[in-house]
């Protein structure tokens, strides 16, 4: 995976998203290193549990099945990676937080709708959370001051843009190109105006 990521010149451009992070996230986030660990682990579990759900919601689809399952194992080392880290430096795992970043993009899923519908709306925001992690890890592997810690978000940035990847080829396993594109750049629009209107604050990862 290591030499499948491109970098890319303007962040701007980085998978598509319409509007990169403000400069000062990073800076707040090596702040509150600790609450960005935590947020972080949760992201992790979260990314494990929404594989785990496509897969009971769509067993019937051998693609999602197959293609997901080693995702889930991944998701969940990811996981255990960051807990390591926090518990290297005697922290416990915390309470989760509200994620309004991902409550704000699940009010954007088509209500209703045939099953192949609803799976592209999953499918399309799970490809965004994960380019949108992976610029906020870029951010962190570039603007940390610890060496160790940028090579630690590096590992995740360099993840997390193929699982992005993934989730856009799945779409188009199962729904036309065309139709995918369109909701994707719907997608891509709304997601830019959830993140201007989220507070700049260093304990969230997004
Ligand atoms: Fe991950
Ligand atoms: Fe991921």
Not at 82 to 100: I, P
Not at 112 to 124: A, I, V
Request: contains cysteine.
């Amino acid at each position: 995976m290591e030499n499948e990521f491109e970098y890319s010149e303007d962040t701007k451009n980085i998978l598509g998203l319409h509007l990169p992070t403000d400069p000062r996230w990073v800076d707040l986030a090596g702040i509150s290193l600790k609450d960005i660990l935590t947020d972080h682990a949760y992201c992790e579990q979260k990314a494990a549990t929404s594989c785990i759900s496509l897969i009971q919601g769509f067993a019937d689809k051998e693609k999602i099945v197959t293609e997901l399952a080693p995702i889930v194992t991944e998701e969940w080392g990811h996981f255990r990676l960051v807990l390591q880290e926090l518990h290297k430096r005697n922290l416990q795992l915390g309470k989760q937080r509200k994620d309004e970043y991902v409550n704000r993009l699940i009010t954007f899923m088509k209500k209703g709708g045939s099953p192949n519908e609803r799976l592209l709306d999953q499918l399309l925001m799970m490809a965004l959370i994960e380019a949108r992690s992976c610029e906020r890890f870029k951010r962190l592997s570039e603007g940390l001051n610890d060496e160790y810690m940028r090579k630690f978000y590096r590992r995740f940035m360099e993840s997390e843009a193929g699982h992005y990847t993934l989730f856009i080829d799945l779409a188009e396993t199962y729904l036309p190109k065309e139709k995918v594109r369109t909701r994707w750049h719907e997608w891509l629009e709304y997601e830019a105006g959830v993140i201007k209107g989220l507070e700049v604050r260093g304990d969230r990862v997004h």
